[in-house]
Nanobody
């Protein structure tokens, strides 16, 4: 079992930055790939980015490439999402997820564990 707790959300102006964190319980954090997803009101949960178990590989949705960066600290059981140059369309609840994944990081069904989410609101 893995429990995930997101933090760092909030209200920010267009062009601003936020850094989300996701803290994981358990001793097996480094065996999981980690993903970030977001869900806007009335929309399906969508892929933002993912990072491999070691942190060597990262993957991003086209809409956030060049603006968002995912990293992880396996010693601290934490994954981060640095979000820069935020836009109103980035607004939503951001979820982190953990899964034993080798491919298709963008699919929600690949992930076994999910956090409760943290709200990000970008105001124009």
């Amino acid at each position: 079992q893995v429990q995930l707790v997101e933090s760092g959300g909030g209200l920010v102006l267009t062009g601003g930055s936020l850094r989300l964190s996701c803290a994981a319980s358990g001793r097996t954090f480094s065996t999981y790939a980690m993903g970030w997803f977001r869900q806007a009101p009335g929309k399906e949960r969508g892929f933002v980015g993912a990072i491999s178990r070691s942190g060597q590989f990262t993957y991003y949705a086209d809409s956030v490439k060049g603006r968002f960066t995912i990293s992880r600290d396996n010693a601290k059981n934490t994954v981060f999402l640095q979000m820069n140059n935020l836009k109103p369309e980035d607004t939503g609840v951001y979820f982190c997820a953990a899964g034993v994944i080798g491919s298709d990081y963008y699919l929600t069904r690949q992930y076994n564990y999910w956090g409760q989410g943290t709200q990000v609101t970008v105001s124009s």
